[in-house]
């Protein structure tokens, strides 16, 4: 841990102490007394001690117990130097206090009352030894000076470590509120985002998770993303961004709303970053996910609604109205013997009016088969087929109004033939599906950046082709493919009317 700045002062305190205590004692105790063996020996005992204290680096010295035996040495050498040189009027009454300082200051009150009692004691049996009066001035202020050393020194160090506390306590509350600060801010941004596609009524799956992905590469650096939405408990790749790798590399975040997961993120990190500025930035994208589901299901449910009333009404009003006007044909062609020319027009109004049951029972049938996936639905679950290693796919479809089950069940076998062809055969790195659909008419083109090819040395047996077209004919509608060798495919269906 680094050491604080009270800490490195008060060590320089002790050395600074320690050699003064010692050069006034050895100075005094040698103009003082006329035995240079004692002199010697207690500046060499003094001495030595310093000298340990000295070359021991503080972090060591400071920890326990090693420190209180330091103290305890430092002690017992002071009171050695003190009886070598005096008792208590010996100059080494400074250095029995620097002890005292030590303990107090590394290890608190306790322990430095404890050296402070343990200093008068030693001080004692010295004074004892010269036969001192141990009520004396002399001793009596030495033991207050300990003692008061060992408070005051102990307190002030309390006072140091109450404040280094809250000065860390404060810092990590601050920066606790700047991450804080942060991924809101994170949150608010992608909520603008999300909030500017509602405005341009673009807020879709697919834009809600490249928005996500955008702002998010803004905090975050990586080298990849991708974005799904769970439909049905199931996860449909909606977005992807830069170079993704297996889901076992990626850093995953679920979305949530209520207990219910609405979508995944995974990421693949340059760095390590903060978890917790990516989940909160996330969170109005799960709400978003989860506004859009709930938009589908409110629309699906109206469209099935409506369906089953058109269905109804068709065959219990407009249906028997029909094949009543189809009947009283017939009886007015049976019982009036009309014209030749009467009878044509007649016979055309009932061959008319057959061919009209025929469509409203057909009408009625597509209206109240289950209603499949969206167009948009369906090409965006198929995308996310190409995997990790495979083409990053961008949907593009205007959906304005799905178009009958059946139409739609055709179009989306064309998509899923076209789509897989990119994913097997044509190493591509991008591949756009873009187009418009509106009920029975529409246009789609899957294009993408592969290989290429030559149609018109490829059979249409080749990639499917006679398959799509034969499809298509079903629904009136046509298929064109356009490549050339390293330029690309663009797979083209058309519906409806031109």
Excluded: C
Excluded at 183 to 191: D, F, V
Excluded at 426 to 443: H, I, P
Aim: hydrophobic share 45%; no cysteine.
């Amino acid at each position: 841990m680094r050491n604080s700045q009270w800490e490195l002062r008060f060590d320089w305190t002790l050395t600074v102490l320690h050699w003064g205590a010692l050069a006034i004692g050895v100075l005094l105790s040698a103009a003082q007394l006329e035995s240079t063996a004692r002199v010697t020996v207690a500046a060499l005992i003094a001495g030595g001690y310093v000298v340990v204290m000295q070359v021991m680096p503080r972090r060591i010295r400071a920890t326990r117990p090693l420190g209180e035996i330091l103290a305890i040495s430092g002690v017992v050498t002071g009171v050695v130097a003190v009886g070598l040189t005096g008792g208590v009027t010996s100059p080494y009454l400074l250095f029995l206090a620097a002890p005292v300082f030590f303990a107090s200051i590394f290890f608190g009150t306790r322990i430095g009352l404890e050296t402070a009692l343990l200093a008068a004691i030693g001080l004692a049996i010295a004074a004892s030894l010269d036969d001192q009066d141990l009520v004396s001035g002399e001793f009596l202020q030495a033991v207050a000076f300990y003692l008061l050393l060992a408070v005051t020194f102990a307190q002030a160090r309390r006072l140091l470590v109450e404040q280094r506390a809250l000065t860390e306590s404060l810092r990590e509350a601050t920066a606790l509120t700047a991450r804080r600060m942060e991924r809101l801010s994170a949150a608010h941004g992608l909520l603008e985002s999300l909030q500017g596609l509602a405005d341009t009524s673009d807020l879709n799956p697919v834009s809600v998770g490249e928005a996500a992905l955008r702002d998010l590469s803004l905090l975050v650096p990586f080298r990849g993303g991708r974005v799904t939405m769970h439909r049905d408990g199931e996860p449909m790749s909606v977005a992807r961004r830069g170079l993704v790798g297996t889901d076992d590399d990626a850093e995953h975040f679920a979305m949530s709303v209520g207990g219910v997961t609405v979508g995944e993120l995974y990421l693949w990190p340059d760095e390590p970053f903060d978890r917790e500025i990516v989940a909160e930035a996330l969170r109005p994208v799960a709400l978003a996910f989860e506004n859009i589901r709930l938009l589908q299901e409110i629309a699906h449910r109206a469209v099935r609604e409506e369906r089953v009333r058109l269905a109804r009404e068709l065959h219990d009003d407009l249906g028997p109205s029909v094949a009543s006007l189809g009947l009283g044909i017939d009886m007015a062609i049976h019982q009036h013997e009309p014209t030749p020319r009467l009878a044509h027009h007649l016979e055309t109004l009932r061959s008319s009016a057959t061919r009209l049951v025929e469509d409203i029972r057909a009408t009625v049938a597509d209206l109240r088969q289950e209603e499949s996936p969206s167009i948009v639905e369906h090409a965006t679950r198929i995308a996310g087929e190409a995997g990790a290693e495979g083409p990053s796919v961008m949907v593009d479809i205007d959906e304005r109004r799905p178009p009958r089950p059946a139409v739609s069940f055709q179009i989306q076998a064309i998509l899923t033939e076209a789509l897989r062809n990119v994913f097997d055969h044509a190493g591509a790195s991008t591949v756009a599906v873009a187009g418009v659909v509106d009920w029975d008419q529409g246009k789609i083109d899957v294009t993408d950046d592969g290989t290429g090819f030559d149609p018109s040395a490829v059979d249409d047996g080749h990639f499917g082709i006679i398959g799509m077209r034969e499809r298509a004919a079903k629904i009136d509608g046509v298929v064109s493919v356009a490549s050339t060798p390293g330029g690309g495919t663009t797979v083209s269906v058309q519906w409806g009317p031109t």
